[in-house]
């Protein structure tokens, strides 16, 4: 498979909850991204990896949502707490440096539910 | 921050009518991109736009840079079924790797 792929693509959770998501991005891609969707809504920017390091973080993004990359390859969004505000579609998405048309390559997302 | 607007939230047409979206942005752009996202799917990349007043056109899509580098537009031509979705346009502004996205527009298409 040489998509993005995320895991769990759903997920149910009562309010106080964490929970986490999995990205695996293209394998030789060099930058992972986060976004959050709710309906009728575009994507909305969260975060921003290169390799390992992450270069960006939304301020919209809460003390209790971190990230993580741990050897540049697979990422782990983590939201502590859940509040029923945080129900949305959790979108990945990796590219890589140096590609003419910057396409970002999108996985199917992980849909949360707080009840 | 930066604010990207899209006109019309959402467009209805009949099957061989054209459609076309507009893109706006708070900030001057590097570069716009387009996005598809089909009911239920992922966005999908279809195009990026980096220069002045630049147009490009895919089959029936045609689409375009403004010259200030703070809009964009989408048009299609005779549209068909297959052309229903949300369509995005987002942008980077200055250096940065932070992709803004749209507000979107939906299309739907009748028969």
């Known amino acids: 498979d040489t998509g993005v792929s995320q895991d769990p693509r759903h997920k149910i959770t009562k309010r106080g909850q964490n929970v986490t998501f999995r990205c695996d991005p293209i394998?030789?891609?060099?930058?992972l991204y986060w976004y959050r969707q709710t309906l009728g809504q575009g994507p909305e920017f969260l975060t921003y990896?290169?390799?390992?390091?992450?270069?960006?973080k939304s301020r919209l993004l809460s003390d209790r949502f971190s990230a993580e990359r741990p050897k540049g390859s697979f990422s782990t969004l983590e939201i502590q707490r859940t509040e029923q505000g945080d129900s949305a579609m959790y979108l990945c998405?990796?590219?890589?440096?140096?590609?003419?048309?910057?396409?970002?390559?999108f996985g199917e997302g992980s849909r949360l539910t707080v009840l | 921050g930066q604010q990207v607007m899209q006109i019309p939230q959402y467009q209805h047409v009949q099957e061989g009518e054209d459609f076309t979206t507009y893109c706006n942005s708070s900030?001057?752009?590097?570069?716009i991109q387009w996005y598809k996202q089909r009911p239920g799917g992922h966005p999908v990349f279809l195009i990026q736009?980096?220069?002045?007043?630049e147009v490009k056109k895919q089959k029936r899509l045609t689409f375009q840079f403004g010259e200030a580098k703070k809009n964009s537009s989408l048009h299609i031509t005779a549209t068909q079924t297959t052309d229903v979705g949300t369509y995005f346009c987002a942008g980077h502004t200055g250096g940065g790797n932070k992709l803004t996205f749209g507000t979107g527009t939906q299309l739907k298409v009748e028969l």
């Open positions: 394998s030789e891609h060099n930058r």
């Open positions: 900030t001057t752009l590097s570069n």
């Open positions: 998405a990796s590219s890589l440096t140096g590609m003419n048309t910057g396409e970002l390559f």
């Open positions: 736009l980096v220069k002045s007043g």
């Open positions: 990896f290169q390799n390992e390091a992450q270069l960006e």
